[in-house]
């Protein structure tokens, strides 16, 4: 099917991308289109114009930053996989790109790109909740910095102003990373998280996990974290701490899986992330 008519414009800066935004309250940004041309076609949105800010220099690359890593919004899943600074400081973002969809998906998809979509089973969004990513975003009124933990309010939903623009992630205190996973039970269609979890271990003992694809929007794992935090990650503490990992939570069902389907998924990568960040 055909997307309905738009207006196409390739602004030369952030600034001017705002500008655009602001002048077309109907537009939608434009990077790597692997999510929003399929919702075009399907006619689910019908943007009157499309602002393409895929070419921005400014909003490309990885560098560091002290002990931060700064990613820009255009960052492709192909250009995380072969950063040597993501290789070398942050390795699990490499490996969990290497798992999005297929190869076309890597090379044009960014991290902006799935961040300000939040599709509900969409990789990124769990690694980056348990790596305490911060989203800086830009519009009309200046600049913001919203934690990963606020960023992602519901299904297809970010703390975004419509004319605002995410700029880059950001992923403080590096070096206390000790070990980090993301493994995911994948659509065998479009590699799509049926069930995704990432889990950090600090080096203080703190752990980090956070689920997608079962639920309703990535989301931390806080019953987990508060049971196995500062334990020892023996085999009964994991499973003390994956039987915790359903507490609280809403499961989503579909034609793919069940929501009792994916709730027992949501255990058994829970415990195979911890024993994997165990080491
Ligand atoms: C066949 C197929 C398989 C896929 N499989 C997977 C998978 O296994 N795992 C997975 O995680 N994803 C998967 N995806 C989705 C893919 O990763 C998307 O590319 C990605 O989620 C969106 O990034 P994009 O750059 O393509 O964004 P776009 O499609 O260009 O934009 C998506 C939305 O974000 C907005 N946006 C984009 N950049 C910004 C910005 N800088 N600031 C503010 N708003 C912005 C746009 O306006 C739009 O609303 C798949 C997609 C396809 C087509």
Known sequence: MYPAEFDYHRPGSVADAIKLLQDNPEAKLLAGGHSLLP???LRLAQPTAL????????LSGVSEDGDALVIGANTTYHDLMNSSVIKNK???LAEASDLVGDVQVRNKGTIGGAAAHADPASDLPAVLLALNAEFKTVGPSGEKTHKATDFFVDMFTTTLEPEEVLTEIRIPDVSSVASATYLKFAHPASGYAIVGIAAVKTGSGEVRAAVTGSVPIAV????????????DLSDDNIAAAAEKATEGMDFVGDIHASDEYRAHLTKVYTKRALKKIAG
Do not use: N, Y
């Open 39 to 41: 919702v075009m076609k």
């Open 90 to 92: 942050l390795p699990v």
């Open 220 to 231: 931390r794992l806080s019953a987990v974290e508060s049971e196995i935090s500062g334990k």
């Open 51 to 58: 602002i393409d800010i895929s070419s921005l220099s400014e």
